[in-house]
Nanobody, 124 residues
Framework: QVQLAESGGGSVQAGGSLRLSCVASGLLFSNYRMGWFRQAPGKERESVAA????????YYSDVVKGRFTISRDNAKNTVYLQMNSLKPEDTAVYYC?????????????????WGSGTQVTVSS
C-alpha cells in the first residue's frame, strides 16, 4: 500500500519561508518522479514543481520559479519543497504525488499516488 505523508505546513508572514517534506512508503521511491501540487480555496489544483527519479532534473511552474526549490533524498524516501519569499497568493493546501517517470510532469492525471496535503497560509 502506497502512502505519501506531507508535513511542514503552517502559517507565515509574506516574505517568509517554509520547508515541506513528503515521506513515501510502499513503493520503490527511487523509481518514481515526485511532484508537488497545490490547491487554493475556490481554485483548481495546480502543479508547482517536480523532480526526476535521481534528482537530476527539476521542473517548476512559472509562478514559483526562482522562489521554490524541490529536492529529494532517496535514502530517506523523502521529497522536499523549500519555499522562500512566500506571498499571500501561495496560500493553499500542498500535495505531494508520485508517478512513473514518463509524460508531462505538470499533469496531475499522470500521478496515481497522492498524499492528503498540508496547509500553507501566508499572511500579508
Amino acid at each position: 500500500q502506497v502512502q505519501l505523508a506531507e508535513s511542514g505546513g503552517g502559517s507565515v508572514q509574506a516574505g517568509g519561508s517554509l520547508r515541506l517534506s513528503c515521506v513515501a512508503s510502499g513503493l520503490l521511491f527511487s523509481n518514481y518522479r515526485m511532484g508537488w501540487f497545490r490547491q487554493a480555496p475556490g481554485k483548481e489544483r495546480e502543479s508547482v514543481a517536480a523532480i526526476s527519479t535521481r534528482g537530476q532534473s527539476t521542473y517548476y511552474s512559472d509562478v514559483v520559479k526562482g522562489r521554490f526549490t524541490i529536492s529529494r533524498d532517496n535514502a530517506k524516501n523523502t521529497v522536499y519543497l523549500q519555499m522562500n519569499s512566500l506571498k499571500p497568493e501561495d496560500t493553499a493546501v500542498y500535495y505531494c504525488a508520485a508517478t512513473a517517470p514518463f509524460g508531462d510532469w505538470y499533469k496531475e492525471t499522470n500521478y496515481p499516488y497522492w498524499g492528503s496535503g498540508t496547509q500553507v497560509t501566508v499572511s500579508s
